[in-house]
């Protein structure tokens, strides 16, 4: 369609102009005019502001929600968007935020280098007396951070404690930990059960898993929001710097969480990797794979598909060389052969060669 005929005077009155408006941000994104869209937006915005939003009823849901949720990833008219989104029954306000962690006074980093902060300042983990404290906080964020038993886990941090000397060493770290915090409603006990309140608490695992959500939702019905898409990746490799306490000594009350975050991680890269070449980006494509492999140097199904890009490319030396680097990885680490699958895509490069 020509955008030069989407013109905001083409509605029989003020009430229609709002919708000719997306129509010409939708087609200016579509072509990469992504300035021209925020003009389009901001005027559609504007105009619903002082005349209602009725009329955007008329729009495809899902069209509507997508040029909504761009235009306060843009910062145009966020308060307004979100009331939009609330008033036309389209998904709330946390579907669209790309990072909550701004406004609360506990932040708490666990994947890859634990790390927490409260306001300004970081806390250092290595200083004396703090090991018990943090080990309680791990354990709860391990556990899932809402309504965890105390006894599970005075279970699993004073396995060899009994009766009023478990209950003890329990009441005397978490009164440690909330004065570390400095916020008292930032750990809620409410009889035996233990929570990291959201209102003031981050936690990146909380933000990580919401943004796989969001992530699946959008990769799920193919979206063609490839901005919000592309927001939502950089968003999700940032908080994924590497597996759920990583430079903890093991213990298995961490390894659960450890081995289910990053078997999501795994697969929802590829499912991005296979989103961004369908796209044309072999590049991001392939720094998707890559970084997979870095942090998970064993994942047979990241060396596949990253092979599978490069013979695609007809870039069969980086292919060869990734199967040999799988092959290593695999020998080293594991004792063990690549798959049928893997030598599979390895012979296929021979042939062509």
Request: hydrophobic share 40%; with cysteine; charged share 25%.
């Amino acid at each position: 369609m020509n955008m030069q005929a989407l013109n905001l005077e083409q509605g029989d009155n003020v009430m229609q102009q709002p919708i000719f408006a997306m129509l010409q941000a939708h087609y200016a994104l579509q072509e990469g005019g992504k300035n021209i869209a925020r003009t389009a937006m901001q005027s559609a915005l504007q105009l619903c502001k002082q005349h209602g939003n009725e009329n955007l009823k008329l729009l495809n849901h899902q069209f509507l929600k997508d040029l909504l949720i761009w235009s306060y990833q843009q910062g145009i008219e966020k308060d307004y968007v979100k009331q939009s989104l609330k008033s036309l029954m389209i998904d709330g306000p946390d579907v669209i935020d790309i990072n909550t962690k701004v406004d609360k006074p506990v932040k708490i980093s666990t994947l890859g280098e634990f790390s927490v902060q409260v306001g300004d300042q970081t806390l250092s983990y290595t200083r004396a007396g703090y090991n018990k404290p943090f080990d309680l906080l791990k354990a709860l964020i391990a556990f899932g951070g809402k309504q965890i038993n105390r006894t599970k886990i005075i279970d699993t941090l004073w396995p060899d404690a009994e009766g009023d000397c478990a209950r003890r060493n329990f009441d005397t770290t978490l009164h440690r930990l909330r004065k570390l915090l400095k916020h008292s409603k930032a750990l809620v006990l409410h009889g035996s059960q233990l929570t990291l309140d959201p209102h003031y608490v981050w936690v990146d695992v909380w933000e990580f898993e919401r943004s796989l959500g969001q992530m699946d939702g959008e990769l799920s019905r193919l979206s063609n929001n490839s901005e919000l898409v592309r927001q939502l990746t950089d968003h999700f490799l940032e908080l994924y710097q590497g597996h759920f306490l990583q430079n903890d000594h093991v213990r298995p009350w961490t390894l659960v969480l450890r081995e289910t975050l990053n078997s999501r991680f795994n697969h929802l890269l590829i499912r991005l990797g296979k989103y961004w070449f369908q796209k044309d980006d072999h590049d991001l494509a392939i720094a998707l794979f890559l970084r997979g492999i870095e942090l998970d140097s064993t994942s047979e199904s990241l060396y596949q598909e990253l092979m599978n890009v490069y013979v695609r490319q007809g870039r069969m030396a980086e292919a060869a060389s990734t199967y040999l680097r799988c092959r290593k990885a695999l020998a080293t680490q594991l004792a063990v052969l690549p798959s049928s699958d893997t030598v599979r895509i390895y012979k296929s490069i021979s042939i062509q060669n």
